[in-house]
């Protein structure tokens, strides 16, 4: 029970509500997520696997039922639109792959003790690969 109360208070209130309220599914209509709504989200889904988590659930269920959560509302709310893409609507697919990666990487800094150390070690690892993938992209363009 404790580490439930513990998991609890690890996503500030203020970071869930910080982006103010929902608007109604009429106010959306479609728009894209914006870079607001996803924070949302992240720390909605990531608090959700913490929480889940400190009770006990495999972490690949916690995640699992997050994701579609988070896929769920992206298409509810906004069409399967995100406002960083574009006015595309993304596939069910790549908004879940989309929504793991935000989830697990919130995971990652809200309850690390919480995160399988192997996810840890292949998340890390992703973002060096893609940080040095960047780099060279960056370095590339410079040269033109």
Same mark, same amino acid.
């Given at each position: 029970?404790?580490?439930?109360?513990?998991?609890?208070?690890?996503?500030? &209130?203020?970071?869930?509500?910080?982006?103010?309220? &929902?608007?109604?599914?009429?106010?959306?209509?479609?728009?894209?997520?914006?870079? !607001?709504?996803? /924070?949302?989200?992240?720390?909605?889904?990531?608090?959700?696997?913490?929480?889940?988590?400190?009770?006990?659930? !495999?972490?690949?269920?916690?995640?699992?039922?997050?994701?579609?959560?988070?896929?769920?509302?992206?298409?509810?709310?906004?069409?399967?639109?995100?406002?960083?893409?574009?006015?595309?609507? &993304?596939?069910?697919?790549?908004? /879940?792959?989309?929504? !793991?990666?935000?989830?697990?990487?919130?995971?990652?800094?809200?309850?690390?003790?919480?995160?399988? !150390?192997?996810?840890?070690?292949?998340?890390?690892?992703?973002?060096?690969?893609?940080?040095?993938?960047?780099?060279?992209?960056?370095?590339?363009?410079?040269?033109?």
């Amino acid at each position: 029970m404790q580490r439930i109360a513990r998991a609890l208070i690890v996503v500030p &209130l203020g970071m869930i509500f910080s982006a103010g309220t &929902l608007p109604t599914k009429a106010e959306d209509s479609g728009k894209p997520a914006t870079k !607001e709504d996803i /924070f949302l989200y992240r720390g909605m889904g990531s608090s959700y696997v913490c929480n889940a988590r400190a009770a006990g659930i !495999e972490f690949p269920k916690a995640v699992g039922v997050a994701a579609a959560t988070y896929t769920q509302v992206l298409n509810g709310r906004h069409g399967g639109k995100v406002a960083s893409v574009g006015d595309k609507k &993304l596939s069910n697919k790549q908004l /879940f792959t989309g929504a !793991e990666i935000q989830i697990i990487t919130g995971a990652i800094e809200f309850c690390p003790k919480e995160v399988p !150390e192997d996810i840890v070690k292949k998340v890390k690892k992703a973002i060096k690969d893609n940080q040095k993938s960047n780099d060279k992209s960056q370095k590339k363009r410079k040269r033109r």
